[in-house]
């Protein structure tokens, strides 16, 4: 006990040096955190000064004035911050926007006095009290409306949207004494004083050699706040023309771009006035200056309303700026390339996971001759070794035989359909459904030696999106319910439970690759489950999301929970045996679950079942908008009357499509080739929008696209297709198509995108 003393008190005075090392720093924002402005400032900020190696303790405190501008608590406010942080003691004050700035010189004139103030996001002061520095932003008005007459030069009317609040004042006056020297040939109005829906009415109405200028929409006619994200959004999906913003968060919310000012930047530049101050640099030769600037553009957009990149100012910034693919082939190429790809692939990982098992060996004889002393060792790592080798060994040969098996009954139905030239109908379907069946679990195969290749290595990628998981969960059980059908398993029950009650679980993560995980977690409970239930359910808190796959099947050993999620490694039982595998499944969920930041395992009784679970991050994205919430009445009252024509071969695809739009009252023309849907739109003028697919027999959906474009260039035809390679969408566009839905169907983005395009 009396050597343990001393040694606390050092602990003690250690931790006491370090606690009066770090620097006191006092953020005030005039807004709120959540707010693209406020969040993009504090994160080039607080990036700065880790870089700078600064040691802070960083206290924020939110004026609110963006969604409150009563001021009736400052007083109260005031007492809070003196009461908090004079006592403390406080190194620096660090303020965001006008009205922290305002509130900080007054605080300062009592307390604080002289505590330095480092400022961001202000605009419209030139004159600074002493022991102030710091960014002013500063848009400039004029710039983008000179880029925006130069991108449109037979513009006759530019629109600018500001709001009432104090930097939306500035920005009108600007206009108006930009309009006072009339120095540009078109006419400039302002758009202001507007509540959200006369603000979307009016956008709506806005046509012709016409563009507008987002500057800012914050805080509507009535009062109610608003985010800048949805705002916009709502905006873009009814406007017709083009638009432009300044602010960077505005980006890939339908903005074609601008000369943009980077809230990140501008919290970047005073982080690095901080660290200077740490370091010794007196406040008074910081001194103030303007926050950078540069043109950004989205190509997606440019490209839609025919803006090229030679037109734009060179060393712009050029966001989702494509790459060109090579065209299509003709079907049979693409199934012989297919197949011969599919081929080599196979071949090469062999190959590779062969020459990886001869090395082993290699080195562990190398070892044995030149650490002959260390004879224990040497054994170990020898087993070891034979233990991997002979995991590897079991792999090729179930490779072999998983590889084998399809591939015979592609090549034998190959060959009876081609010796047999007069058979039946249904003997031919029958044939080709047992080709196109072993093609896919081929393709599976492949796709899961691709993937476990891609974890060793670390290169896995995720396509990390917002997206509801309930609607991802209901997708896995109604495919596990057909499964379950197809295996003829009548005594097995299929249940999904939403155990935290909810219907919606919007989150941030990649949806697929979780798909990929729950289906892979479903098919082995229907596999290993002849009776009883299986269960698929979901809970969540504020920090993780929790799934479980709960059967009542035959249970796993103990000795095996340890090696299940194991590379190279399949249970040993009869229904192994039976269904086969190649036993890379659970192990792809472990690498994808594990890439996501979470959690994979598994608890089980032989003779009882098991429950398969993984937890991933609840990263959960911004607050949802309620602007433009797209509910039946409005979707009804924009699209009753209209004329829909669905080109789709997919029966399936084609049901989906009419049960999701005919609670809108809207005709619906359905056919099932190209050919025939040119013919109607010929004939029929009243059609409003054409759901076309892409991969039709025949001519193809791009195709027809061009013909009918021909005839009609102002009808809206949006592109679907179960191609998921990531420049389809560039394609669709490129080749006229207005828009672009992947299969399975987000319904919220497709019913969106027919109100957007039909009105």
């Excluded at 206009?175 to 040939?185: D, G, L, T």
């Excluded at 530049?269 to 010794?280: D, I, K, P, S, Y």
Aim: net charge neutral; proline share 2%.
């Amino acid at each position: 006990m009396k050597r343990i003393l001393p040694l606390f008190v050092l602990l003690f005075f250690v931790l006491s040096a370090n606690a009066a090392d770090k620097k006191r720093i006092l953020l005030i924002n005039s807004y709120h955190t959540n707010l693209s402005w406020t969040d993009s400032l504090y994160y080039g900020f607080n990036k700065t000064l880790k870089a700078g190696d600064v040691k802070a303790e960083i206290y924020i405190e939110n004026l609110d004035f963006k969604r409150i501008r009563n001021t009736n608590y400052i007083g109260k406010f005031t007492e809070f911050i003196v009461a908090k942080y004079v006592p403390q003691g406080i190194d620096l004050i660090l303020v965001t926007d006008n009205d922290a700035f305002n509130y900080v010189k007054q605080l300062k004139e009592n307390s604080f006095i002289d505590v330095p103030v480092i400022f961001c996001g202000v605009n419209n002061i030139y004159s600074f009290p002493e022991n102030f520095a710091g960014i002013i932003e500063e848009v400039d008005v004029t710039k983008n409306i000179d880029l925006i007459a130069s991108l449109h030069p037979q513009l006759k009317t530019l629109y600018c949207v500001v709001d009432q609040t104090t930097t939306g004042v500035i920005f009108e006056k600007t206009i108006n004494e930009i309009v006072s020297r009339r120095k540009y040939s078109f006419n400039i109005n302002v758009l202001t004083n507007l509540t959200i829906h006369e603000l979307i009415a009016k956008i709506g109405q806005i046509d012709g050699n016409s563009v507008i200028l987002f500057l800012l929409y914050n805080q509507d006619k009535d009062g109610v706040y608003l985010t800048y994200e949805d705002v916009l959004d709502s905006v873009s999906i009814h406007s017709k023309v083009p638009i432009y913003g300044t602010w960077g968060f505005y980006l890939e919310h339908g903005i074609i771009g601008g000369n943009i000012i980077s809230g990140r930047e501008h919290g970047m530049q005073a982080g690095e006035m901080v660290v200077r101050l740490f370091n010794g640099v007196p406040i008074s030769e910081l001194g103030t200056k303007f926050g950078n600037s540069k043109y950004v553009f989205d190509y997606t957009y440019m490209k839609k309303h025919n803006i090229g990149l030679s037109q734009v100012p060179r060393g712009a910034v050029v966001l989702n700026n494509p790459f060109l693919y090579l065209k299509k082939n003709k079907a049979e190429i693409i199934f012989i390339l297919t197949i011969f790809v599919i081929l080599v692939v196979i071949i090469y990982l062999l190959l590779v996971i062969n020459k990886s098992r001869n090395k082993l060996i290699e080195i562990h004889k190398s070892f044995n001759q030149e650490l002959k002393e260390k004879n224990q060792q040497i054994a170990e790592s020898l087993r070891k070794a034979e233990e991997a080798n002979s995991l590897k060994s079991a792999f090729l040969a179930n490779m072999s035989h998983e590889i084998r098996t399809p591939m015979n009954a592609i090549m034998g139905f190959s060959k009876l359909i081609l010796l047999r030239k007069e058979q039946p109908k249904q003997e031919f379907e029958n044939f080709l459904n047992i080709i196109i069946d072993n093609s896919q679990k081929l393709l599976n195969l492949i796709n899961d030696i691709i993937d476990i290749s891609k974890i060793e290595v670390n290169q896995l990628n995720f396509n990390l999106r917002e997206f509801n998981l309930v609607d991802i969960l209901k997708n896995c059980y109604n495919n596990a319910e057909v499964e379950r059908i197809r295996l003829e398993k009548n005594d097995l029950e299929l249940n999904f439970t939403f155990t935290s009650g909810d219907s919606q679980l919007f989150l941030i993560s990649d949806p697929d690759r979780i798909q990929q995980v729950v289906m892979n977690l479903l098919n082995n409970a229907l596999k290993f489950t002849e009776k009883g239930s299986i269960t698929l359910k979901y809970e969540h808190n504020d920090d993780w999301v929790d799934v479980q796959v709960q059967d009542t099947g035959v249970g796993i050993e103990t000795q095996d929970i340890d090696v299940i999620f194991d590379r190279f490694r399949q249970v040993e039982n009869v229904l192994t045996r039976k269904y086969g595998g190649s036993g890379l499944g659970l192990s792809i969920c472990k690498g994808i679950i594990t890439g996501l930041g979470g959690e994979i395992g598994v608890n089980s009784e032989v003779g009882k079942g098991s429950t398969f679970w993984f937890r991933i991050p609840y990263n959960q994205p911004q607050s949802r908008g309620k602007v433009n919430s797209g509910n039946s009445e409005l979707r009804i009252s924009q699209l009753q009357n209209k004329t829909i024509l669905i080109v789709e071969d997919n029966f399936i695809s084609t049901r989906l499509l009419e049960e999701t739009l005919k609670h809108t009252k809207a005709k619906l023309i359905l056919t099932g080739n190209a050919e025939e849907a040119i013919e109607i739109c010929k004939g029929n003028t009243s059609i409003n929008l054409i759901l076309m697919d892409i991969q039709l027999p025949g001519m193809d959906g791009y195709e027809a696209t061009r013909i009918i474009k021909q005839i009609r260039p102002n009808l809206p035809i949006i592109a679907q297709t179960a191609n998921a390679m990531s420049n389809e969408k560039e394609k669709a566009i490129q080749m006229g198509c207005d828009d672009y839905v992947s299969k399975p169907y987000d319904l919220d983005y497709l019913m969106r995108s027919i109100e957007r395009l039909v009105n």
